[in-house]
C-alpha cells in the first residue's frame, strides 16, 4: 500500500501534499541562502511531490518570508504548482520591531488584514491558500477575529483558514463565528509527544473531517539525540520496524506511524536537506500493521495500553 501524495484538507477546502515542507529553518544556518538556493529548494520538493510549504511571519525573526519569497521569485514554475501557508497573530519582541516590549499575542482584525498584506509581499504572491492563527490568544475577541478572516479571504487574499495549537473548544468557538469552515489545526504529535491522541485534538479532527497538520513530527528532533529512557525505547522499536520495511532511516518510520492514524494527518517536515527529505518521503510506501503501531507507542509511553 502507498499512500497518496496529495490529501485534501477538509471537504470543503483545497488540498496539500501528503508531506510538507516547513520554511522555519531557512535562517538557522551561517548564511543567508539566496534566491537561486531557495528556488532549487522549491524544485528538489517538488520533485519528492511536496508541493506545499509552511511558513508563519515570526520565522527567523520575521526574516524568512521574504528570503523564501525571493527564492520563489527566482523560480521558474507556476504559482498554482505550490501551496503556500502562513500563520500570524505571535508578536515577538524583536529589533526589526522596535514597538514591541513583550511576546505577545493579536488577533485583532486590524492585525490580522495588515500581516496578511506583509506575507503577500515578502512571499511575492497575489494569495495565501491557508492562513492559520497560530496560538490561542486569551483575548481573542471571536466575532472581530472571525471578521478578519473572512475580509481576507472575501478579498481574494487567502484561500483558507484554520488554526494552529487549538484546543477543540477553542477550535469549535471560532469556528462558530465564520461562514466558512476552519481546515485545519497545526498541532504538536510525534512518537515522543503523544499527548494528541488522547486529549480530544486528533478525534476533535475526525469528527469535522478535517486533516490535522502536525509540526514536530520527530520530536524536535530529541528523537535522534535524546539520551533520556523514552527516547532510547522508541529508537529501538522504530529500528526493528525500519528492518522489517527495509528501509534504512528510522525518520521514515516515525512519520510513517502518523500517516497510520485515521486522522489523516499531515506531517510538517524541518529538513532543508533533499536527500534527507527523500529518506521521509520513504513513508508514503510504509503501512505500518496495527500491532507494530501500537508496540511504538508501547516504546513511547513506557507500557501497555490499559
Not at 120 to 130: A, E, M, R
Request: net charge negative; aromatic share 6%.
Amino acid at each position: 500500500m502507498s499512500y497518496e501524495k496529495r490529501i485534501a484538507l477538509h471537504a470543503e477546502g483545497l488540498s496539500l501534499s501528503r508531506l510538507v515542507l516547513g520554511a522555519w529553518r531557512l535562517l538557522s544556518g551561517p548564511e543567508k541562502p539566496d534566491a537561486a538556493s531557495v528556488a532549487d529548494l522549491i524544485n528538489g520538493a517538488i520533485d519528492l511531490g511536496m508541493t506545499s510549504f509552511d511558513h508563519a511571519d515570526i520565522y527567523g525573526d520575521y526574516g524568512v518570508e521574504e528570503v523564501f519569497g525571493a527564492g520563489l521569485k527566482h523560480w521558474g514554475g507556476k504559482r498554482e504548482q505550490i501551496e503556500l501557508i502562513t500563520k500570524c497573530d505571535i508578536i515577538l519582541k524583536s529589533d526589526v520591531r522596535p514597538a514591541n516590549r513583550i511576546k505577545h499575542y493579536d488577533t485583532s482584525a486590524a492585525h490580522i488584514e495588515a500581516s496578511v498584506d506583509r506575507s503577500l509581499k515578502n512571499l511575492h504572491t497575489d494569495y495565501i491558500d491557508v492562513l492559520l492563527i497560530h496560538r490561542p490568544d486569551p483575548l481573542m475577541d471571536a466575532d472581530e477575529t472571525a471578521r478578519g478572516l473572512e475580509s481576507v479571504v472575501t478579498a481574494g487574499k487567502v484561500r483558507a483558514v484554520g488554526v494552529s495549537n487549538f484546543t477543540p473548544s477553542q477550535f469549535d468557538l471560532l469556528a462558530s463565528r465564520l461562514p466558512f469552515p476552519l481546515v485545519t489545526n497545526q498541532i504538536e504529535v510525534s512518537v515522543i509527544h503523544t499527548a494528541a491522541l488522547f486529549d480530544g485534538s486528533l478525534d476533535h479532527a475526525q469528527r469535522l473531517r478535517y486533516s490535522p497538520m502536525i509540526w514536530s513530527p520527530l520530536g524536535g528532533g530529541s528523537l535522534f539525540t535524546g539520551d533520556g529512557a523514552q527516547e532510547r525505547r522508541v529508537r529501538g522499536a522504530l529500528k526493528v520496524a525500519a528492518d522489517a520495511a527495509g528501509v534504512v532511516d528510522i525518520a521514515a518510520i516515525a512519520i510513517a506511524w502518523l500517516l497510520r492514524h485515521p486522522a489523516r494527518p499531515i506531517p510538517v517536515l524541518g529538513s532543508l536537506k533533499r536527500e534527507r527529505l527523500a529518506l521521509m518521503a520513504a513513508a508514503l510506501d510504509i503501512e505500518l500493521e496495527r500491532q507494530q503501531w501500537f508496540e511504538i507507542l508501547k516504546a513511547s509511553t513506557g507500557e501497555d495500553v490499559p
